[in-house]
Structures are given as C-alpha cells and as structure tokens.
C-alpha cells in the first residue's frame, strides 16, 4: 500500500519553528522541493540543501546560519541588507534575544529534522572558515590570524579598495563624495592631527597596505617607519615605494608591535588595536607610549563595541577577524592614560564608516565576477556578509569608530590652541 507523497517541507518547517522565532515566520522560506511557506511580501530565503538545516541544528543561530550561506546551502535571492535588517528588526520587536524555547519545542524541531533527513553528523566547517592554533595572542597565533585575514590576496583587496589601499574607515565631507577623494582626507587629516613636517620622523603601527606611510612621506615630507606582521602586505608597499621612489622616506619592516623599537616625533595606528586582544592592550598602549618622543602626538583610529561579542559576533570570529576585541571607546581611553599618555582628543566618525564601506560595496558588486575568479564563490559570499553585516553595524550604532589623539608629558608639545583640522 502507498504511503502518498511526502508532505511538503517548507510548512513542516515553519510550524517546527515558530516557538524559536516568536510566531509566525519573518522570511518567505522556499525549500528544497521547491515547497513555500511564510508571508508572500517578506524577503526570501531559500534552502538549497537539508545540510542547511543540518548547520543550524549543531550550530544554532548566527554562526550555523554563515556557515549555510557562505557554502551556498542558504542563500538570500534579493537585497541581502534588507533581509538582515527585516530579521534583525523583527528579532527586536519580538524579543527573541531572551528566553529559550522549551524542551517540547526542541523535541519538535529535532524530530522534524530527523523525518526531513537532515540529522546526521555536524557538517565540516567551510573551507573559508578560521584555524588558528597557539596560545591566544602569542606572536605565532596573532602572525596566523592577521595573516589569515590580510595575506588572502592582495590583488583582492585592490579589487574592493580604492587605489590608495586604506582598509579603514575615511573621513567624508558628503555622502556624494568619492571614495578614494574620502580616504586622501582621512589621511591628511591623521597627518595634520599629528603635526607632520618635513624631516619628522613617524612610526606607523600596523600599517597595512601602506596608505598612510606613504602619505605621510609624500604629503607631509615625513621620514616613515612602518611595521606589519603580514608578509604579503610588506611586498605590496615595497613594490610601490620603489615606484614612487620614496627608498629614502619610507621603509618598511616585518615586526610585532610588541618587538618594535626607536623613539619618534610621532606615532599613529588605524584599525590595528583591535587586534591586540584585550589582555594585550596595556602592552600596546605601552608599545605607543615608548615610541614616541616626550612631548610628541600619539594618534590611534579603533572600532569600538559594546556588549555580548567584543570580537564581533560567531561570524565575524569565525570567518573574517579571528581573535579581535574591541571594547567601548571609554574603556580603552583608560587603557591608554593608564599607560602614561595624556587624551587631547576623541573624534567619533561612525556615520562615516557606513560611507566607507557603501563605496567598498560598490566595488565588490562591480568586480564581483573578478572576485569570484581568483578567489572562489565562497570566499566572496564570505565578503558579501561580512561587508553588509558590518555596514549594517555602523549604521545602527552596534559598533563605533574614533581617532584618539594623545600626547606623551615630559616635554613642551606643539598642539594648537584652536583645532585647525
């Protein structure tokens, strides 16, 4: 005797999840059999594969849901920004970050997993996903994860930056304004906060693809010391001060902060105190303070967060910045007055990094088809989230950015009595 055709499995979904989401679903779900369930007008989510639904059940939540999307087991048709949004406001308004479902409800779920063949052993982690070994923030361990992160491939990373290579966030006049017109006024006003002259001696920390050394040397006239941990970044710079044949102004060295030596007129770090972990900070800070001259500027651009997940959230750790902590801004002004330097100023630019990364985006759309080329489709689907998701957390507030501006006592500093920036 037939037992009938199975019944579709977006409905079976939908009822197995409404104690988990609140009621009823926020998403159009469409499966893998094709079958729909959820409102007509919501954004849509498709389920390519039961190993979607394998994911969240090891993985419950935000890291099960990247994993899904990034290997294509999951995958969000239209505006990936308006779905987050949709979810994130829905999650809001129902209260879903509190409170667990019961064990009936979870007995539920399973058991349709089960029926739907989507139980089993936990999936293997995507390919693009962190492995990072060693003592949390040893000199190996933080070489690996930086490495893993800014040695993905520097023809990549030309692709969503601008020609001057900043990877951090630019100081717009108007959302109207370039990209790349943005990044050259975030660089020239670091230079001015510092009081770079020609012949000033200046160490960059963490200096990335070299845009701010280079500025400095060929804007400002300064002599530049630059340190990175990323082997593929110092070959980029090298490269490009032998083109501009800044030998003699710039040089680059392949050095932990913690092993840097020499004292400077001034100092500056963008979006490289993230990294250090927070019980490295004080370290860092001290790092800054000893490389600078008494009297000297002290300039550092660091994203801040407050609440559950310093390092950004299970995404975000998992698959873009592994070991990175960031705390809010107040708190690591008391690092670095604790470390003996004195805050002149603190200049809060999130709405700006809201612009910066549109224009990152728009990059990556542009290029997209390149991108997947060299690097492949999950890699790319990887930036995609990465790149909205953090858009998303400016935009919101969940996450800041500010450029504090130090100096060191002991000696007669040279700052203005107006700021002129």
Not at 384 to 392: I, K, P, T
């Amino acid at each position: 005797m037939s037992s009938g055709p199975a019944a579709p499995v977006a409905p079976r979904l939908e009822e197995a999840l409404r104690p988990f989401v609140g009621g009823d679903l926020p998403v159009r779900l469409k499966a893998w059999d094709d079958s729909t369930a959820g409102p007509v007008d919501a954004p849509l989510v498709v389920l390519n594969s039961p190993d979607a639904v394998r994911r969240l059940v090891w993985r419950p939540g935000e890291l099960g849901a990247a994993q899904a999307y990034v290997t294509g087991e999951l995958d969000v048709p239209g505006d990936l920004d308006h779905a987050l949004t949709h979810a994130f406001a829905v999650a809001r308004e129902r209260g879903l970050s509190s409170g667990r479902p019961s064990l009936t409800a979870l007995r539920t779920a399973l058991r349709t997993a089960l029926d739907l063949g989507a139980l089993g052993l936990p999936p293997a982690a995507p390919r693009s996903q962190a492995k990072v070994r060693g003592r949390l923030h040893s000199q190996l361990r933080d070489r690996e994860a930086i490495s893993f992160h800014y040695d993905l491939s520097n023809e990549f990373y030309e692709l969503i930056l601008e020609p001057q290579m900043a990877y951090s966030c630019g100081y717009h006049s108007s959302p109207e304004q370039p990209l790349e017109e943005a990044q050259f006024a975030k660089l020239s006003l670091v230079c001015r906060k510092l009081g770079l002259e020609p012949g000033m001696t200046f160490l960059d920390i963490g200096c990335g693809w070299g845009s701010l050394s280079l500025h400095a040397a060929e804007h400002f006239g300064a002599q530049v010391t630059g340190i990175t941990i990323a082997a593929e970044q110092k070959r980029f710079i090298d490269a490009r001060i032998r083109e501009r044949g800044l030998e003699d102004r710039v040089t680059i060295k392949l050095c932990d902060y913690r092993d840097s030596v020499g004292e400077y007129d001034a100092v500056g770090s963008l979006e490289m105190g993230e990294h250090v972990g927070q019980g490295n900070y004080p370290t860092y800070a001290s790092v800054l303070k000893r490389s600078v001259k008494p009297g000297g500027r002290v300039l550092v651009q660091q994203m801040s967060r407050a609440g559950k997940w310093p390092g950004g959230g299970p995404f975000i750790e998992n698959f873009i910045a592994p070991d990175m902590h960031m705390r809010p801004v107040g708190e690591t002004v008391g690092f670095l007055e604790a470390a003996g330097l004195e805050v002149r100023d603190v200049h809060g630019l999130r709405e700006h990094y809201v612009l910066t990364v549109a224009g990152w985006l728009e990059n990556f759309h542009r290029n997209r088809d390149r991108l997947v080329a060299l690097m492949g489709e999950e890699v790319v689907r990887v930036w995609e989230l990465y790149l909205v998701g953090g858009s998303m957390a400016f935009r919101d507030g969940r996450m800041g950015v500010d450029q504090i501006l130090m100096v060191r006592p002991g000696g007669q500093h040279t700052l203005p009595w107006v700021r002129d920036w």
